[in-house]
Each structure stands twice: as structure tokens, then as C-alpha cells.
């Protein structure tokens, strides 16, 4: 039986006209925080403003299933992050921190992507999701 989640998820991508793909990559450290090895999948959405495919680490708790369209949809970035200072303020991050300035750059890499493929209102509803 399919969660709320997973049918406002499914939703979205019918509203969106977005076409969801994964294919396991690989099963390795994803984090670089990470303590043990997790799989890692290429995932790519696709719709009629272009696709953006990118790599997914699955939770550790879900090792084995291959990741469902609200577990990767729930975790997209949905908010412009502004500033390198304040990215490190609101998550905690050191502003010294070459690790913190690599994520930033991927967060903002990541919206840039799905500001591309949807317009402010999708971006809306997608927030919804998580």
C-alpha cells in the first residue's frame, strides 16, 4: 500500500509532466561524514524544460530497495541558500571548512537544476512533499 507520501510524490510528477529514472551506481561512501557504505544511485528527472541527472546516496535504513520518487523528492534542495556565510549559519557548517564550501557549492548547483525544471509554483508544490 502506497503512503501519502509516495501518492503526493507520484502527484507531483503527474503535474509536472516529469519523468522519474534510477540506476544503481554504485555502494560506497556518499557523505563525507559517512561511516558506512551506503548505495548510490544516478537518478534523472525529465520533462519538457530539459533533465537534470544526479547521484543519490539511499538511506542505510532502506539498503536493498532502490529509492522511490518522494525519497529523493523530499530531499531536493527547494530554497535559494544565499550566501556562503549564511548557508553555514543556518546548517551549522564552518565557514573555514573546504568540505562546507564544496556542499554549498553542490546546494546551489542542485537548485540552480530544479529552478530550471520547474517554475516557482512547482518548486511550491514540491516543497509540500517533505
Known sequence: ???EYDIQAEKFLGDTNTKFKTKYYDYAYYFPQDKE????Y???LRNDKGSYTFKFGQSIANSGQEPSAYDVLSCLTKYNTGSFEEFCSEFGYDT????AERTYKAVIKEYE????LFTEAQIEQLREIS
Open 1 to 3: 500500500m502506497k503512503s
Open 96 to 99: 573555514d571548512s573546504r568540505t
Open 37 to 40: 557504505q551506503r548505495e548510490i
Open 113 to 116: 537544476n530544479i529552478s530550471r
Open 42 to 44: 544516478k537518478v534523472t
